[in-house]
């Protein structure tokens, strides 16, 4: 089973727009990381925002917040006012504590495109 | 600095070679991962390891194997056994603990010849 799925292989939004990337989770362990990344054409991956399982309250960086429904399995990323140096894919991943042995998974990524 | 370097950027390998891939970080992170990355695809885990002279398999380690012998280094090998071997190879680093993100290195492309 997948641990981790994002539903939306490519969007396209309107710059200044705001934008909801969806990422749902699969995971029995009580202890666990949620992270987001960005992955411009240029191939580096670059961290934008952590939600940790036991917080009690969404996590923002930024123009960057995490809309975290636990009982969902829900960590959606949602970025406001769009910019055209958006566009990117991102990738929703998760590590869980396993007692110790921490795999770190990622989604198959969304394809964010954002139009002038 | 403090970063997490891999080698060489592109790399062209014959069919039926053995390559080794680089991984360096000198961020003092016990957690290094190596990913498989194709195009328009997700980051697949091949190996990982929490601590020197450890590491676990990921979700496709056949045909590819690891060391951890110093902290600093963690090295891939992409062997003979591995039958699609093009892809983009990404690794990264971490502190151990749920709450910590990933440092990546900037990728090696491996294209079989």
């Known amino acids: 089973a997948q641990k981790i799925t994002q539903t939306q292989p490519g969007m396209f939004v309107q710059e200044k727009e705001a934008v909801t990337l969806d990422c749902t989770y699969d995971?029995?362990?009580?202890?666990?990381?949620l992270f987001w990344y960005k992955q411009p054409s240029s191939g580096e991956m670059i961290f934008l925002i952590y939600q940790g399982s036991y917080d009690q309250q969404n996590a923002t960086e930024g123009r960057y917040s995490l809309n975290f429904q636990k009982a969902r399995k829900s960590a959606n990323l949602v970025i406001s006012a769009s910019q055209l140096g958006d566009s990117a894919m991102y990738f929703c991943a998760m590590r869980e504590a396993n007692f110790g042995n921490e795999k770190l998974t990622f989604g198959t990524g969304t394809r964010l495109t954002i139009i002038p | 600095d403090g970063g997490i370097t891999q080698s060489p950027k592109y790399l062209f390998r014959k069919e039926g070679q053995n390559v080794t891939l680089s991984c360096e970080q000198n961020?003092?992170?016990?957690?290094m991962y190596w990913y498989r990355q194709d195009p328009g695809q997700g980051l697949r885990l091949i190996y990982y390891?929490?601590?020197?002279?450890?590491?676990q398999k990921g979700d496709i380690a056949e045909g590819y194997s690891v060391s951890r012998e110093k902290k600093e280094s963690f090295p891939l090998t992409v062997t003979s056994a591995q039958k699609n071997p093009t892809a983009f190879y990404l690794c990264a680093s971490s502190m151990r603990g749920v709450n910590t993100e990933a440092f990546f290195g900037q990728g090696t492309r491996l294209t079989v010849v």
């Open positions: 995971t029995s362990d009580p202890s666990y990381g």
């Open positions: 390891s929490q601590i020197v002279n450890d590491f």
């Open positions: 961020l003092n992170h016990d957690a």
